[in-house]
């Protein structure tokens, strides 16, 4: 472990130099040094009582709020920042509970760092004791719409009976089977929401015995993309969308029970079009306590 | 991002769009000295949301991500999924 070198207290304002904190982890001696996010300077893990921040210096020209900003703007450097801190998390927990801090959590100094550690020093020892020996999965849930669109006409009994009047129909009375035919669509969108909407929620429920805490973020927040967007998957004709995202705390010792009711869904329920598909594990970004005025 | 939507239960890989949308809204949320307002970090969306509309884009940023989290760069983190299937 490398504590941090500069005094706490010294002007990093006269360098250019701030702090980037990544995770709050208990204070420990095991833990591995990555490079930072910036310029090959290592991680360093600023103790403050029973805990430490890991942190690196990053530059101020790169990250003080304006620049920042810009750089923001920049999709490549943003996705490239944004592997590199969870890298750097992933790091810490590979060895230790973890608390994720949200992207640019910057500091101008070890002192603030400390301050901050000081300031929240019983939320955040709660917090981690929380996450002790757990994990955080994440479950996305796609749908097969073609495939709820059949379930629906094979199984509705009002969609049965248009069905055979359809086909009648179009043999005597191709004007009528026309106008039936776009009722029949409306309707069988109508039950295609519905299944999937009971599907959505039954997936939920089935996973609530096997973990410790469940949430349900919309499918992806903030992203705003419905059926064109990159979470569709494309399966030889057909597309998926992605209809439900989960975050599930998970204790260590009950991930297989639970991946295993991920895999009990797929084999009894996947092929009524809502396939399950998990990630993880995760540092618990989705179970971590929000201080301050930037919560949203 | 077509290849990542694989029939297994545990992902092997890990989408990128997850790992934004983690690193992005969640995490411990803490004022630091350097603050971005809401409305920056919405902005970024628009440019993301360009960016990944385009597979081959998103294809290249999946090999990016896989190179900084390559086990060189980060120990125990090749692993993840891998372990948990046995």
């Known amino acids: ?296 | 991002m077509p290849a990542e939507i694989e029939p297994a239960v545990a992902e092997r890989r890990i989408t990128l769009l997850e790992t934004l949308d983690r690193v992005l809204n969640k995490g411990v949320v803490i004022t630091g000295d350097v603050t971005l307002s809401v409305a920056d970090v919405d902005l970024i969306f628009v440019g993301l949301r360009l960016l990944l509309s385009s597979v081959e884009t998103a294809r290249d940023l999946r090999l990016s991500r896989e190179a900084c989290l390559s086990p060189h760069a980060c120990p125990g983190t090749a692993d993840r999924g891998d372990g948990r299937q046995a």
């Not at chain 1, 709020?65 to 590979?94: F, G």
């Open chain 1, 1 to 296: 472990m490398t504590d941090v070198s500069r005094p706490p207290g010294s002007s990093p304002s006269q360098d250019g130099v701030a702090w980037y904190v990544y995770a709050v982890l208990p204070w420990c001696a095991e833990v591995p040094v990555t490079a930072g996010i910036e310029g090959g300077h290592p991680t360093v893990f600023i103790p403050e009582g029973p805990i430490m921040a890991a942190a690196s210096p990053v530059s101020l020209a790169a990250f003080d709020s304006e620049p920042l900003r810009r750089n923001m703007e920049d999709p490549r450097w943003l996705t490239e920042k944004v592997c590199q801190h969870e890298a750097i998390v992933e790091a810490v927990m590979a060895r230790s509970p973890v608390l994720p801090m949200k992207f640019c959590t910057i500091f101008r100094s070890p002192g603030a760092v400390r301050r901050m550690l000081r300031e929240h020093a019983i939320q955040l020892q709660e917090a981690l004791e929380f996450v002790r020996d757990k994990e955080e999965w994440g479950v996305k849930g796609f749908a097969h719409r073609g495939c709820l669109r059949e379930a629906a006409i094979r199984l509705d009994p009002q969609l049965c009976e248009m069905a055979e009047e359809l086909a009648r129909a179009a043999r005597d009375t191709p004007g009528r089977a026309f106008f039936l035919k776009r009722r029949m669509n409306d309707l069988t969108e109508q039950r295609r929401i519905g299944r999937e909407a009971d599907l959505v929620e039954r997936a939920a429920e089935a996973l609530q015995g096997s973990v410790v805490q469940l949430v349900r973020n919309p499918p992806l927040r903030g992203w705003g993309i419905g059926r064109a967007g990159p979470v569709s998957a494309t399966s030889g004709h057909s597309t998926e969308d992605l209809v439900l995202n989960l975050a599930c705390l998970v204790v260590t010792q009950g991930v297989q029970t639970f991946l295993a009711e991920v895999r009990r869904w797929n084999e009894a329920v996947g092929d009524q079009g809502l396939r399950l598909v998990a990630s993880g594990p995760w540092p618990p970004y989705n179970f971590v306590p929000r201080f301050g005025n930037h919560a949203r």
